[in-house]
């Protein structure tokens, strides 16, 4: 008989802000929290080879997984950013016993203008594009005001 090992998140993470030339950034409401907004979010994987899944790689596919979007054909930017942040309580049950942190990485998906994307249903359940300073006010992460904050400063405007 087979013994089942649960599969837990690996704590490290990829969030890709999607925005426009001209800061129109895409936020998409989750599905499994309802009023919490967000940006493309998602944690690495373990690969078949049994390595771990390079961070701009999990940008791309989450980009993939989340909007439809093929992030190689627009303006992907790793930042070279990061932030250590507390796993929320009532999400720590995807992770190992004691896993508390996670480690997110941060990039920038830069399209010419705003267009349609399909949701994955189980994930999101509503999109807008918004200009970058109300994406700010309508995030719950602390970590995606900050990313958005870095946008605004890498287009020198202020928060």
Known sequence: MESHQPVY?????????IHTT??????????DKPGLWQSVTGSLEQLPNGELE??????????RE?????ATEYKLMDWQLSHVYEIYPHWRFRYAPGVTENT???FGLE?????????APRE????????WREAAKR?????NVEALRKLGERHHLIL
């Open 124 to 131: 999101h359940v509503a999109y807008e594009w918004v200009d």
């Open 66 to 70: 989340e909007t439809g979007l093929d």
């Open 104 to 106: 997110e990485h941060v």
């Open 139 to 143: 995030v719950f992460s602390w970590t």
């Open 54 to 63: 390079q961070p701009m790689a999990a940008a791309i596919r989450e980009v």
């Open 22 to 31: 001209d800061l129109q950034v895409l936020i998409m409401e989750r599905a």
């Open 9 to 17: 998140k690996i704590p490290v993470s990829a969030l890709v802000l």
């Open 111 to 119: 399209l010419p203008a705003p267009v349609a994307v399909q949701l």
